[in-house]
C-alpha cells in the first residue's frame, strides 16, 4: 500500500495546501528523517481521509508513521 503512495508523491512533488494542512495539525513532528514533508503531508492526507476527528486521530497517525517510516 504505501509503495503506491510514494509513486504518487515522486510524480506529482509537493502540494502546497496538503502541506499546510499538514502544518496546521501535526506541528514539529520529526522533521529532522529526511522524509520530505510534502510525503508526509500526502500520508497525512491519506490517513485522515476516514477519520471522523481529525484532532483525535493525530496520534495515530504518528504511530503509523514512526512504524513505517522511523
Not at 520529526?30 to 484532532?55: C, H, I, Q
Amino acid at each position: 500500500m504505501l509503495w503506491f503512495y510514494e509513486r504518487c508523491y515522486a510524480s506529482m512533488c509537493d502540494d502546497k495546501d496538503q502541506i499546510e494542512e499538514y502544518r496546521g495539525y501535526v506541528k514539529d513532528f520529526r522533521e529532522d528523517d529526511g522524509v520530505p514533508e510534502g510525503f508526509k503531508a500526502l500520508l497525512f492526507n491519506r490517513f485522515m481521509k476516514t477519520a471522523y476527528s481529525v484532532v483525535d486521530e493525530i496520534p495515530a497517525f504518528k504511530s503509523f508513521y514512526e512504524k513505517y517510516y522511523r
